[in-house]
């Protein structure tokens, strides 16, 4: 093989594919010494042997479970044969400021060093997404890569980004600026752990949920909108219902979308993220992902609708759902500048080189359809704006 237009330098092409699989179990009691589950997901590979373990937790969920330290180390004593707990519990700051701070993946790779975890060593990576996201970075490149079981503590981790294959902190002021597609090696679902989420938190990661089946599945869209009132309570049952289809709407795209790396430009299951990841930016992570998210849709269906892609009757259903749900589908931030344009319109450019090659955005044409386009229109979008903001509140003209 040469070269296309050489006729010299021979060329081998190495090829190879590698199969990942990761099971995604659902459970509740993981540390009931009963329940199996969590030991098996550490040690399936080789159940034959005991497995060390370093236990990663975010200090919200330290917070509200005290006794977390001793229901593990019961736990471990029960599975003795398969597990080994090695270092202490260690609890590392929630939240967006486990990835603001760099020197935290430092600290981590620290004490991993400390106590000669390998490659098959398991970190066991319990919080929301933002600890997943900073410990699984710090993991994914120690060694070129540890295991990682991770447990994720919100309905946002639950349902998307803990079972996913990318992990990263926040770098140069750009969201998710570093990282790594990583997949984990098993992910234990304990819906009990959400039992101690604040109301806010578990709204947000309801977000994703509304997004998946936008882009995905209109009858999950239909579902959301008969269950939004008991899901703004954060009814047990309805959020359960929640969390596993939206969970297995991301794992299918995922496995069937033909790109898990994300080689290409498009990524419809980031529908409403060029603008979110900058507004949380721009509020200094005041606003949580999942909220930012419930007010970048809003935003790009407002767009679809102007553009004549989507009918005002869905438009209208889109922010009622998030709306009844308890999302905000605006805020100020909206309203900031930035060389004399809103500076959430910097998300575009930020957005595509997070990316690579062409500015794609996913845009809505119906519920469960959308299309992708590679440009947007600025007075149109700058226009959507303004309507969100105006819809809420008296006016936005004073700062825009
Ligand atoms: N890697 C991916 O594919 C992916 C996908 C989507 C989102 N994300 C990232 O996930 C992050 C958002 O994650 P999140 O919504 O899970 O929130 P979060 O991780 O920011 O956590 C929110 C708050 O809840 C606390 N908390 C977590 N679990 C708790 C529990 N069970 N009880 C009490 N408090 C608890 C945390 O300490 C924190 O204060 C963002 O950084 C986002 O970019 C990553
Ligand atoms: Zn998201």
């Not at 309905?155 to 990282?179: E, I, W």
């Not at 889109?318 to 998300?347: D, F, K, M, N, Y």
Request: one cysteine or more; glycine letters at 8%; aromatic letters at 6%.
């Amino acid at each position: 093989m040469q070269p296309a237009g050489s006729g010299h330098a021979p060329v081998h092409l190495q090829r190879f594919s590698v199969a990942f699989d990761y099971p995604v179990v659902f459970c509740r009691g993981a540390f009931d010494p009963a329940e199996p589950t969590l030991a098996w997901a550490i040690s399936r590979r080789e159940p034959e042997r005991r497995h060390r373990v370093y236990v990663v937790v975010d200090s919200g969920v330290a917070q509200a479970w005290p006794d977390l330290a001793q229901r593990f180390g019961a736990y471990v004593e029960r599975y003795q044969t398969m597990l080994e707990w090695v270092g202490p519990l260690d609890v590392i700051v929630g939240g967006e400021a486990a990835k603001n701070d760099m020197a935290l993946v430092t600290e981590l790779h620290g004490r991993f060093a400390r106590e000669r975890l390998d490659r098959q060593s398991t970190v066991l990576v319990i919080g929301g997404g933002a600890v997943l996201d900073a410990a699984g970075y710090a993991a994914s490149i120690t060694h070129r890569g540890l295991r990682v079981v991770r447990m994720p503590t919100t309905v946002l981790a639950q349902n998307d980004a803990g079972v996913g294959v990318k992990n990263g902190v926040n770098a140069t002021g750009v969201k998710n600026f570093l990282g790594t597609f990583a997949p984990p090696f098993a992910v234990v679902n304990d819906l009990d752990l959400l039992s101690t989420l604040p109301t806010r938190e578990a709204r947000a990661g309801m977000a994703e949920a509304v997004k998946v089946a936008l882009i995905r599945d209109a009858r999950f869209f239909e579902w959301l909108e008969s269950n939004a009132e008991p899901l703004a309570q954060c009814e047990p049952a309805a959020l359960e219902v929640l969390i596993r289809r939206c969970a297995q709407l991301h794992l299918e795209h995922i496995a069937s979308s033909g790109d898990p790396f994300e080689t290409g430009s498009a990524r419809p299951l980031d529908y409403g993220h060029w603008s979110a990841h900058k507004l949380e930016v721009l509020t200094g992570h005041e606003l949580r992902h999942g909220e930012a998210v419930a007010i970048g849709m809003a935003l790009d269906a407002r767009y679809a609708e102007r553009k004549g892609l989507l009918k005002p009757a869905n438009l209208e259903r889109v922010c009622r759902v998030l709306e009844t749900i308890g999302l905000r589908t605006e805020h100020p931030a909206l309203c900031q500048t930035a060389s004399g344009r809103p500076a959430v319109l910097e998300g575009l450019q930020e957005f595509r080189e997070h990316l690579g090659g062409n500015l794609t955005i996913p845009l809505l044409t119906d519920i469960g359809r959308f299309v992708e386009v590679t440009e947007v229109d600025e007075p149109t979008m700058i226009d959507s704006i303004r309507w969100l903001v105006e819809r809420k509140t008296s006016s936005c003209s004073s700062t825009a």
